[in-house]
């Protein structure tokens, strides 16, 4: 089954290692094959990975592209190492992580480096507002 994705005027899409501009119009692509895709919203940059989640999604995102774990692995679990040890509550974000690299599924290991980095955030706005840690709902 082809993936459909649609693109507002001006927004860029990775497919492989092509970018893709759409043009001043909506446009749908319909997309078959086995090739890393990614929205342009969804691309991190060395430069905007400014906090260590985000360099750890960073990392994943390389690791997807790519698609050779081998080349960032180091890297990864040095940023992942220092993260636990300073987050200790994520472990359970970054071993969703961690199997999902073990088991091939990169781009679902993306998504939880996603979620990683909306958690990062919430402590940076709990710990910002003076609160001691999350909400019971999280």
Same mark, same amino acid.
Request: aromatic letters at 6%; proline letters at 4%.
């Given at each position: ?26 446009? =749908? ?10 929205? *342009?919203? &969804? $691309?991190? @940059?060395?430069?905007? #990975?400014?906090?260590?989640? =985000? ?10 592209? *790519?698609? &050779? $774990?081998? @080349?960032?692995?180091? #890297? ?15 472990? *359970? ?24 980095? *909306? ?20």
């Amino acid at each position: 089954m082809a993936l459909k994705v649609e693109l507002k005027p001006g927004e860029k899409l990775l497919v492989g290692n092509c970018i893709i501009t759409n043009s001043d119009q909506r446009t =749908r692509l319909f997309i078959d094959g086995r090739a890393p895709i990614l929205r *342009e919203k &969804d $691309i991190l @940059t060395a430069e905007t #990975a400014k906090t260590p989640a =985000r360099r750890i999604y960073l990392a994943v995102q390389l690791m997807y592209i *790519e698609d &050779d $774990i081998a @080349t960032t692995r180091d #890297a990864y679990f040095s940023l992942v190492n220092e993260f636990i040890a300073a987050v200790p509550s994520s472990a *359970e974000i970054v071993n969703q992580i961690n199997n999902e690299i073990l088991t091939g599924q990169l781009y679902k290991a993306l998504k939880a480096s996603q979620r990683l980095i *909306e958690y990062e955030q919430d402590l940076i706005s709990n710990a910002s507002a003076g609160r001691p840690r999350l909400p019971a709902d999280r």
